[in-house]
């Protein structure tokens, strides 16, 4: 899988709760420790899907062989139309449109919160678990090793990690900037949402 491939992938994993709850983690008090098991749990979730999907052959809609791709065109169509109909849906409430509440508890966060927070987000939220199993799927579709699924690992986890690194990077100036961050991602939660759905608009087209 080239980088331009995995690059949109790792956006969609970690856009969203997932990248906020970096932020809150990276500005809370014990957040080196927050932080890195985060993405821990973030780490073994997301290796786990790839693998065990990996190993089940990945997932195939239909039939036997050979009727997978006349299958998947009527799935395809039905995912589209529910994605669209998710952006509208999202566009239309944007004015109620809030981050989810648990959202606020993370400035208090304790490390065996915050690495079953990185678990549960990466592992079972519904995008990040479409997307893990569709890498899952592809490299063995394709015959590929398993191992070819580390850069798309390693990405997302790095994405997650930005908060961290800027505490550790910038100091004193990312107690300014991530609240900024974390402020306007909180108000225009929508906008959030909209990019990733048009992510996963662009990932079923291709």
């Given at each position: 899988?080239s ?40 780490a073994?979730?997301i ?56 959202i606020?508890k ?18 079972v ?24 699924a580390?850069?798309?690992v390693?990405?997302t ?29 909180n ?9 990733v ?10």
């Amino acid at each position: 899988m080239s980088f331009l491939t995995i690059l949109p992938l790792a956006i969609v994993m970690v856009a969203g709760p997932q990248f906020l709850s970096a932020i809150f983690l990276a500005t809370s008090r014990d957040w080196r420790r927050n932080s890195a098991l985060f993405v821990l749990g973030a780490a073994i979730s997301i290796s786990a899907v790839v693998t065990l999907t990996y190993l089940l052959g990945g997932v195939s809609v239909g039939g036997g062989a050979g009727g997978g791709e006349e299958s998947n065109g009527p799935l395809s169509t039905v995912v589209l139309v529910l994605i669209v109909a998710a952006m509208i849906s999202t566009f239309l409430g944007r004015e109620e449109s809030e981050p989810p509440k648990w959202i606020g508890k993370l400035e208090r966060a304790t490390p065996r919160f915050s690495f079953r927070l990185g678990f549960l987000l990466l592992g079972v939220f519904p995008t990040d678990i479409v997307t893990s199993v569709a890498v899952g799927s592809y490299l063995a579709a394709n015959d590929l090793p398993l191992v070819d699924a580390a850069p798309f690992v390693a990405l997302t986890l790095s994405l997650l990690a930005i908060p961290s690194l800027a505490v550790v990077l910038l100091g004193a100036r990312a107690e300014t900037l991530l609240p900024q961050v974390r402020d306007w991602m909180n108000d225009n939660a929508w906008i959030v949402n909209e990019v990733v759905l048009v992510f996963f608009l662009v990932l079923v087209l291709t």
